[in-house]
Nanobody
């Protein structure tokens, strides 16, 4: 079992930045960030493997950066140039599977989420 707790969400204006953190009871091979806006499906944003691989959704166009600090049991998501369409609940997720991607059904541990609101 893996317990995940996200933090760092909040309200910013267009163009602003936020850094999300996810503290894990233990780090897994692959950890990722997802988001879900009202009436939308959960979508994968980025994932990071313990081997150093990083995967990003194409639509992010370089605005978000995922990183992990295994010594601190923490996963991060640096979000820059935020837009109103980035408004959503952001979730941290983890999987022990030995493959890393951004497909939600491959992750079996989830945090409770943190709200990000971007206003114009």
């Amino acid at each position: 079992q893996v317990h995940l707790v996200e933090s760092g969400g909040g309200s910013v204006h267009t163009g602003g930045s936020l850094r999300l953190s996810c503290v894990a009871s233990r780090m897994t091979y692959c950890m990722g960030w997802f988001r879900q806006a009202p009436s939308q499906e959960r979508e994968g944003l980025a994932s990071a493997s313990s081997g150093g691989s990083r995967y990003y959704a194409d639509f992010l166009r370089g605005r978000f950066t995922i990183s992990r600090d295994n010594a601190k049991n923490t996963l991060y998501l640096q979000m820059n140039n935020l837009k109103p369409e980035d408004t959503a609940v952001y979730y941290c997720a983890a999987t022990d599977a030995r493959s890393c991607n951004i497909y939600a059904d491959r992750f079996n541990y989830w945090g409770q989420g943190t709200q990000v609101t971007v206003s114009s």
